[in-house]
């Protein structure tokens, strides 16, 4: 039967986001070369820094900024690598309950084209995606009745029973609306990896206008208790975002820093990814533009975000145009979408991307996998569609993306080879694959001499010449 979740909140559910107190932060903090440089020090150590470090890192000005761009690049390069993470979205039903100023799919645009993907479908968009060379998708709901936690499971087991030539998604995770615990445990069982919820904003008052009252999403600690119901079922892989562009950036970030901070002290874990979706245009959305954040301040607030959360994952989405995605890449981010159609059923049947009554919003980039794959590697990024570490249960407190040097060559540059190694021999162009053989060489030869090497070296032959593949550390 579906239903909609009940909407009993976690065992001491808590409101800890403090309006008054993060204004107050924000408008106390003055622009302090010292005080600026002791705390990016204490980031390129690899430290979370706290809420008030990050205001301070906020009211920098000048050439400051300039210091805190190059640190959030330093904090990347160095200490987390040179592995971006490819994924695609798949929208699966934009029905919603909810009224959302912001988004296209709210209840009262009539003008939106309903519609949910029926299971053969599913397989058709999968096919699509398979065929196209993706391995990780994140799956997308509005909230409704019909996409209940039963639902959504059968459609994360539908996915992965979905194998094209050498195609298989290895890796399912969720943004849908916050669950119950039973609902939680229900995704967690069908295999998800993380589950996304983002509180849009974390300023009450705005909360409260751009979401009616009498909508399920109007519940303000519903929602922020979203993620602690997750971790009460055991789903200890999440992921929170806010979306940029309803009130004031810089209150924002210190609303997720909180937010993660929250889940570290409480769980002894803090989200796996953070999300920070820029507002874009969308099918009769009108929204007064006094908080949109321009360039500058969104490279400001990607860079502060990597250094107050140095062991956190960052999403940037292809909401963001091709050469804004190229720059603010270096600042820390480690995972993008790549080739992606967010209109219901886009990857065999749009044509057209920019269908407004079909989707949620527009997105600015809509460049094919094989392209973004080609400019990344031209760029000195390695793409990897690495999902050992959730496949060996390696996440929550045991896992860390990036942090520990060691860790990553043991296990993420060698596995991020030999998926990017199958992507060459599999799906790339002709061009691409010239220039992906050239990386690995590069990244082969940096690896010391070692027994793991030996054996990478072997599974990479393998992979290029046999039908093996899916092999990892
Ligand atoms: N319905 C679920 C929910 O609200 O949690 C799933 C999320 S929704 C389909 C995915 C995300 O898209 C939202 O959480 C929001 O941050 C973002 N979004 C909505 N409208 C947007 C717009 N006009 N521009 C950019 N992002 C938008
Ligand atoms: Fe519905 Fe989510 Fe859009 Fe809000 S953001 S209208 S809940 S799909």
């Not at 490279?299 to 995605?325: D, F």
């Not at 219901?344 to 949620?360: K, L, P, S």
């Not at 809509?366 to 050992?388: F, M, N």
Request: glycine share 8%.
């Amino acid at each position: 039967m579906c239903a909609l979740a009940d909407m009993t909140l976690s065992g001491s559910a808590v409101d800890f986001i403090d309006d008054a107190a993060l204004t107050d932060l924000l408008a106390e903090a003055r622009s302090d070369p010292v005080r600026v440089r002791e705390i990016i020090a204490k980031s390129l150590d690899k430290q979370p820094l706290s809420v008030e470090e990050t205001a301070a890192l906020l009211a920098a000005g000048g050439v400051l900024v300039e210091e805190i761009f190059d640190a959030a690049r330093e904090l990347k390069r160095k200490v987390y690598g040179n592995r971006i993470v490819l994924f695609a979205p798949l929208y699966v039903g934009n029905r919603c309950v909810n009224d959302c100023r912001y988004c296209a799919f709210r209840r009262s645009n009539t003008g939106a084209i309903r519609r949910t993907l029926e299971n053969d479908e599913v397989s058709q968009q999968v096919e699509a995606l398979e065929n196209a060379g993706h391995k990780r998708l994140i799956l997308v709901f509005g909230e409704h009745p019909d996409y209940d936690a039963d639902f959504i499971a059968d459609t994360v087991k539908r996915i992965y029973s979905i194998k094209v030539g050498h195609g298989s998604i290895r890796r399912v995770n969720i943004n849908a609306a916050p669950m119950d615990y039973d609902g939680y445990r229900k995704v967690k069982d069908a295999g998800i990896g993380t589950y996304q919820i983002f509180q849009e904003t974390y300023h009450h008052e705005t909360y409260a206008k751009m979401h009616p009252v009498n909508t399920r999403k109007g519940d303000y600690l519903w929602r922020l208790d979203g993620l602690n119901r997750a971790f009460e079922a055991g789903l200890d892989d999440v992921g929170i975002g806010a979306l940029f562009g309803l009130y004031d950036w810089r209150f924002e970030v210190l609303g997720l820093v909180s937010h993660s901070l929250y889940l570290q002290d409480r769980y002894g874990v803090g989200p796996h990814t953070i999300s920070f979706p820029r507002m874009r245009p969308a099918a009769g959305v009108d929204l007064d533009d006094g908080y949109f954040v321009n360039d500058y301040d969104f490279k400001r607030l990607v860079a502060t975000l990597r250094l107050a959360v140095p062991y956190t994952g960052m999403i940037l989405t292809a909401r963001e145009e091709p050469a804004l995605r190229r720059e603010v890449m270096a600042f820390g981010v480690s995972q993008i979408d790549a080739g992606s159609r967010i209109e219901i059923g886009g990857y065999t049947e749009a044509g057209d991307a920019q269908v407004m009554e079909r989707e949620q919003f527009t997105l600015g980039d809509i460049r094919p996998l094989d392209e973004v794959v080609r400019e990344l590697l031209t760029d000195g990024y390695i793409p990897s569609w690495c999902t050992a570490c959730y496949r060996l249960g390696r996440t929550g407190e045991h896992f860390m993306e990036f942090a520990v040097p060691g860790f990553i060559k043991r296990y993420c540059t060698p596995n991020a080879l030999s998926t990017l190694t199958e992507y060459l021999t599999d799906y790339a162009s002709d061009e691409t694959r010239a220039v992906g053989e050239n990386a690995v060489r590069a990244e082969l030869d940096e690896l010391p001499d070692s027994q793991q090497k030996k054996e990478l070296l072997n599974r990479l032959e393998r992979i290029r010449k046999t039908d093996e593949r899916d092999l990892y550390f």
